[in-house]
Nanobody
């Protein structure tokens, strides 16, 4: 398994979760990485990305609420999600920011519901 995400769960609106992803790949530190999500009936979308140097970018829908970070020594990528909304309900995945993508992992499910 190249990518393994964890940390999802059921949370009430306004709550927080921290997702983690471990990448069992060589050259991780040189990859720009991203967090993607796929909501039921929708296409997978990129919500946050971090460059190899640590510069972060966010989709407008999560800007100000989500924070992406990485630990190159541990080959980990994190997504801190605050002020969660019901629209954030989805399966979350990590992968490279651009092609060639790594093999997708199973993702971690986030459900925001009261």
């Amino acid at each position: 398994v190249q990518l393994q995400a964890s940390g999802g769960g059921l949370v009430q609106p306004g709550g927080s979760l921290r997702l983690s992803c471990v990448a069992s790949v060589n050259f991780f530190s040189s990859y720009d990485m991203g967090w993607y999500r796929q909501a039921p009936g929708k296409q997978r979308e990129l919500v946050a990305a971090v460059t190899s140097g640590g510069t972060a970018n966010y989709a407008d829908s999560v800007k100000g609420r989500f924070t992406i970070s990485r630990d190159n020594a541990r080959k980990m990528v994190y997504l801190q999600m605050n002020s969660l909304e019901t629209e954030d309900t989805a399966v979350y995945y990590c992968n490279r920011r651009a092609e060639p993508l790594l093999i997708w992992g199973q993702g971690t499910e986030v459900t925001v519901s009261s």
